[in-house]
T-cell receptor, first 109, second 112 residues
Framework: RKEVEQDPGPFNVPEGATVAFNCTYS??????FFWYRQDCRKEPKLLMS???SGNEDGRFTAQLNRASQYISLLIRDSKLSDSATYLC??????????FGQGTTLQVKP | NAGVTQTPKFRVLKTGQSMTLLCAQD?????MYWYRQDPGMGLRLIHY???????AKGEVPDGYNVSRLKKQNFLLGLESAAPSQTSVYFC???????????FGSGTRLTVV
């Protein structure tokens, strides 16, 4: 079983749609969690950290369920510029970040 | 601040040649990492460092060596390049183990 699993997609949605990505992780001792965004042929960039109480940054909402070892990212009112690959990232108990393989989002006009 | 800078950005090597990729960060980060990214494989950790003078193996270390003589620099060496090492290489750093990484813009390496 992979340490971090994501649905690779692709998710094809129209502009203005709400889309949700899910991620599961295997190490119950993991302490910190992140969502990264990666554009084609570019480096991954930190989108947001994920906190136990859930957190929001504009149109983006991240949720963490420690009991189910599940992380989610919700994007509201999708824009064309949201098209990218979204990486679920978990901090392992050895101090290294473990990356999921990413979920591809394509927002269409 | 430049953040994390990788040089070179592109390189083509012949099989058997050697080269060194340089990663430099100006954020005084303790932790530095080298990843490779291949289509369909995601990011795989090659080597990492938890401070100046330290290095450790990651998930796919074979064929690579690293050095961290100065805190701000983390070098990745390929002693005898192979076509299987054709990839995009990303360097990353972070200040604390609970923080996310800051990535460099990558080095696209092709071995022919």
């Amino acid at each position: 079983r992979k340490e971090v699993e994501q649905d690779p997609g692709p998710f094809n949605v129209p502009e203005g749609a709400t889309v949700a990505f899910n991620c599961t992780y295997s190490n119950s001792a993991s302490q910190s969690f992140f969502w990264y965004r990666q554009d084609c042929r570019k480096e991954p960039k930190l989108l947001m950290s994920v906190y136990s109480s859930g957190n929001e940054d504009g149109r983006f909402t991240a949720q963490l369920n420690r009991a189910s070892q599940y992380i989610s990212l919700l994007i509201r009112d999708s824009k064309l510029s949201d098209s990218a690959t979204y990486l679920c990232v978990v901090n392992s108990n050895t101090g290294k970040l473990i990356f999921g393989q990413g979920t591809t989002l394509q927002v269409k006009p | 601040n430049a953040g994390v800078t990788q040089t070179p950005k592109f390189r083509v090597l012949k099989t058997g040649q050697s080269m060194t990729l340089l990663c430099a960060q100006d954020m005084n980060h303790e932790y530095m990492y080298w990843y490779r990214q291949d289509p369909g494989m995601g990011l795989r950790l090659i080597h990492y460092s938890v401070g100046e003078g330290t290095t450790a193996k990651g998930e796919v270390p074979d064929g690579y060596n690293v050095s961290r003589l100065k805190k701000q620099n983390f070098l990745l060496g390929l002693e005898s390049a192979a076509p299987s090492q054709t990839s995009v290489y990303f360097c990353a750093s972070r200040a604390h183990l609970n923080y996310g990484y800051t990535f460099g813009s990558g080095t696209r390496l092709t071995v022919v």
